[in-house]
């Protein structure tokens, strides 16, 4: 009784600490005045256009996102705003690292690497990108529903079912954890055979299909009845084998990085040298799995890693899109971690005396270092950067005066344009006013804030963006986007 009540105060406290780490990792980004490229529209959109995020949102199959980002952004009326939303998806990854810990527990992994490779999902580059995209905190409640169904099945079934079916109709690809917490569950299975583990996969691998059907079936019948309008980007992908390719080059490198961050500008050092490594660290750990229990262990973690890794991507690859942004990996590069960190123990066990503390230590280590990535890269590629564009915009409305009715030019960047030390795509980074649509936004929401009586600010200017300058002479209020550039 005293042993199990003591492991009781152990798990609690652990996921207490699991709860905790994401706040303390990101505080610093998520009080941070600022918005990124697409909040400035959710704002404007939530006061004068109610109902509209939800259409946009269900018409990407997405509805439940639309639901929860609408009833978000209730009552949020200013930039300072944003992060609240900010905060509701670190809370939301805390919860996921907390759960993610106890599962790992109930399927036989030890304390201490469960708790590291929990500490480890809410650190990585696509939770980055959740902790500091004020719109994407639905994201994460995708993530604890995912989680939710891989709790329920596969006893409970129908209800796992409909968990994945509402995390797909939330963020088709976080509901995709599931397969990440089968990868855990597989590692730990450790004296089965492959037949068995083969069949077994194939029930939680239906459980997947089953949730993903469903939400299709739902998504057909809101788009065939009219209730939403089915965007044109949805299209599927029709050449595969150039689509493995492009997921083979582009993405799994990525997920093979874990904490190691890519460029768009260039390939970072750090980053082949962490995808080699881990390429070295699964290659060690399926070959001493095999080692420890002949051919057929090696071949079940060999199955595992291909079979989960395509299902944690199997969404992108299935959409005609080619876009390997790190908010669709996050479920790819926990299935890259999971193997990664039962390598590490299976190294350790190598050695009974001191590998298993070295192994913990190197785990340990990796955990560190993704969390000061983490804290560094969400304040010095998101929030900072995206303040200095705020700044420029707040600057140029200071220059407002209503009775002049001034005509005003924004100047947007080129993504060459950041400020940040690093960019990659439309993430870490990247440049929010190089399109007319966000300049226009942006103008509009800064402008509320500085008249926040007046119900429309337009009328109090005349507005004008492009990326070629015009002559001096039309206009009276120049914001050059440009000058945000590092060193200009």
Not at 53 to 69: E, N
Not at 200 to 223: D, E, K, P, S, Y
Not at 224 to 233: E, I
Not at 477 to 486: A, K, S, T, W
Request: charged share 15%; net charge positive; proline share 5%.
């Amino acid at each position: 009784m005293a042993t199990a009540s003591r492991r009781g105060v152990v798990l609690g406290s652990t996921a207490a600490l699991l709860l905790v780490l994401p706040w303390l990792t990101y505080w610093s980004a998520i009080f941070r005045r600022y918005g990124m490229r697409d909040d400035y529209a959710i704002l404007r959109e939530a006061m004068e256009e109610p109902g509209k995020i939800l259409r946009v949102c269900a018409s990407f199959g997405r509805p439940l996102y639309g639901a929860l980002l609408e009833l978000s952004m209730r009552g949020n009326d200013s930039i300072g705003e944003l992060s609240e939303l900010r905060l509701l998806g670190v809370a939301c990854l805390g919860l996921f690292g907390a759960a993610v810990f106890l599962l790992l527990v109930r399927e036989g992994w030890s304390l201490v690497p469960a708790a590291l490779l929990a500490a480890f999902l809410p650190l990585t580059p696509s939770a980055q990108v959740i902790a500091s995209w004020g719109i994407c905190w639905p994201q994460a409640v995708a993530l604890l529903l995912g989680a939710g169904a891989f709790a329920l099945a596969p006893r409970r079934w129908p209800l796992a079912v409909l968990a994945m079916a509402m995390a797909t109709l939330t963020y088709q690809i976080s509901g995709l954890i599931y397969a990440v917490l089968v990868a855990a569950a597989l590692v730990a299975r450790r004296e089965t055979s492959l037949a068995d583990t083969g069949r077994w996969l194939a029930r939680h691998l239906g459980i997947m299909g089953l949730g993903l059907g469903t939400a299709f079936v739902i998504t057909q019948f809101l788009f065939k009845t009219g209730l939403f309008l089915r965007s044109p980007r949805i299209v599927f992908e029709t050449r595969w084998l150039d689509k493995a390719a492009w997921v083979l080059t582009h993405v799994f490198p990525n997920a093979l990085a874990l904490s190691a961050l890519n460029s768009s500008t260039g390939t970072p050092p750090g980053y082949p040298v962490m995808v080699a490594l881990s390429l070295a660290i699964l290659g060690v750990g399926i070959a001493l799995e095999g080692r420890r229990a002949g051919l057929a262990a090696s071949g079940r973690w060999l199955l595992g890693l291909v079979l989960l890794s395509a299902a944690a991507y199997s969404v992108s690859f299935l959409a005609g899109e080619r876009w390997p942004t790190y908010r669709t990996l996050f479920a790819l590069t926990g299935v890259c971690g999971v193997f990664f960190a039962a390598s590490l123990v299976n190294l350790g066990a190598c050695w009974p005396g001191r590998g298993p503390r070295i192994a913990t230590g190197v785990l340990g280590g990796l955990v560190a270092l993704s969390a000061w990535l983490a804290h560094r890269q969400t304040l010095e590629l998101f929030a900072e950067p995206q303040g200095r564009e705020l700044a420029l915009m707040e600057e140029g409305a200071r220059q407002v005066v209503p009775s002049a009715h001034p005509r005003v030019f924004v100047l947007t960047a080129l993504q060459n344009d950041t400020s940040a030390p690093q960019r990659y795509l439309d993430e870490f980074g990247s440049v929010s006013v190089d399109t007319e649509w966000v300049a226009k936004e942006m103008w509009k929401a800064v402008l509320r804030e500085r008249f926040p009586r007046e119900r429309d600010v337009s009328r109090f200017y005349r507005f004008a963006t492009g990326r070629v300058l015009p002559e001096r002479r039309q206009y009276d209020i120049l914001v050059d986007m440009r000058r945000m550039r590092r060193g200009g």
